[in-house]
């Protein structure tokens, strides 16, 4: 069974000009789209920022019905993720300074050169990522670390 191609005519004609049945699961609540999925990958990949990761996939699986408020809605939550101030760190991109402690915690995050006893007097604890930053076009200010 050939599926219908987008844009399919009345009683089933395709686009092909061939009569196709109606797939057994066309009842679908949900559909997947790759096409987003890709879009999603590669603004990821020009801002990496991983707390915007959910929020990408969820652009990928879609409702079958009312899609556009959903669209809306997710398309506005992805944009609030990458520009939040606040992101997940990841081990071994940045190191951590000051007095460590266990557990999930928000450091500060540091760009450039950093005058350690400076941001040890005033955070306690933070994160150095260095001179050039991280890949992304807005640094986030905070890291939710857990290392």
Not at 129 to 139: E, I, R, W
Request: proline share 7%; glycine share 8%; aromatic share 12%.
């Amino acid at each position: 069974m050939i599926p219908k191609l987008v844009g399919a005519g009345p009683a089933g004609e395709c686009l092909c000009g061939m009569l196709h049945e109606e797939p057994p699961n066309s009842n679908r609540t949900w559909s997947f789209r790759f096409d987003h999925l890709i879009a999603g990958a590669i603004f990821l990949l020009v801002s990496f920022r991983l707390i915007a990761l959910p929020f990408i996939l969820l652009c990928a699986i879609q409702p079958s019905k009312d899609r556009r408020s959903y669209n809306i809605v997710v398309l506005f939550a992805l944009a609030l993720a990458f520009a939040s101030p606040i992101d997940v760190g990841v081990p071994g991109v940045a190191r951590v300074f000051g007095d460590h402690r266990s557990g999930v915690r928000v450091l500060h995050v540091d760009v450039g050169m950093p005058a350690h006893h400076v941001l040890k007097a005033k955070y306690g604890e933070y994160v150095s990522v260095g001179c050039a930053g991280l890949p992304c076009a807005y640094q986030p200010r905070w890291w939710v670390v857990w290392w």
